[in-house]
Every structure is written in structure tokens, then in C-alpha cells.
């Protein structure tokens, strides 16, 4: 089980998840994200989404970053997770550090990218 879209598409692509399943997937993704939203935010006597952890540019970049660094960044770190992803759960890889590297590529890519956007990596 994994919440993150670009992971279940990286996955299809690179022949380990089935094609029908995909679509299933990512929709049943889509529903439990706007639940856990909705339950996390319903809690807050004033929401805003501007203020909810979102990533953006210019002035909701923590640096004020334009859009171009921001759009460079986000693609860039998540094609970075995405292909750690792949590579540390072929089954020729060894099996004993597959969370670890994920983890610790998933943490690296948080320090170099959250002065930038906020981060997102999806």
C-alpha cells in the first residue's frame, strides 16, 4: 500500500502493477486523501487552505521562489523518489534496506526541497 500517485503510475510504468488496477487505485487514493483532509481540517475552527502546509511559489515559497524553480524542484526531486523507489524494490535488490533507503532518500529530498516549495514530491 502506498498514498502516492506518482508511485502507483511509476509502478505501472515500470511493468509492476496492473494496467486495470492503476485507475481503481489511484481514484480509492483520491477518496482517502479528501476524507483525511476533510477530517483533519473540519477539526480547525478556521480553515484556510493557504495556510494548510501548502506548497506554492513566489510568495507561499518559503524563499519566494519563482514558479520556474519550484516547477524544476518538484519534478526533479520526484522523479528522484520515483526512481529510488523502483531500483531499491527490484527483486534483485537486496531486501534488508529497501525501507531505509526509501526513507532516508524521502528525508534528503525534504531538506533540499522545502526552503524551495514546501514540498509535495508528487
Known amino acids: 500500500c502506498h498514498p502516492n ?6 509502478l505501472w510504468m515500470s511493468c ?5 488496477g492503476v485507475v481503481l487505485y489511484i481514484i480509492a487514493q483520491i477518496i482517502v486523501d479528501i476524507a483525511a483532509i476533510y477530517l483533519i481540517a473540519s477539526r480547525k475552527s478556521r480553515f484556510e487552505v493557504g495556510g494548510f502546509a ?21 519534478v526533479v ?3 528522484i523518489f520515483l526512481f529510488a523507489i523502483i531500483e531499491v524494490t527490484f ?6 534496506f529497501v525501507k531505509l ?8 529530498i525534504h531538506l533540499i526541497s522545502i526552503p524551495v516549495t514546501n514540498t509535495f514530491v508528487n
Open 16 to 20: 509492476r502493477f496492473e494496467g486495470k
Open 77 to 79: 526531486m520526484t522523479f
Open 91 to 96: 527483486l534483485n535488490a537486496p531486501r534488508g
Open 101 to 108: 533507503a526509501i526513507g532516508l532518500c524521502f528525508i534528503l
Open 54 to 74: 501548502a506548497n506554492g511559489f513566489n510568495e507561499n515559497s518559503p524563499d519566494d521562489c519563482g514558479m520556474k524553480s519550484v516547477l524544476v524542484t518538484e
Open 5 to 10: 500517485y506518482a508511485v502507483s503510475i511509476a
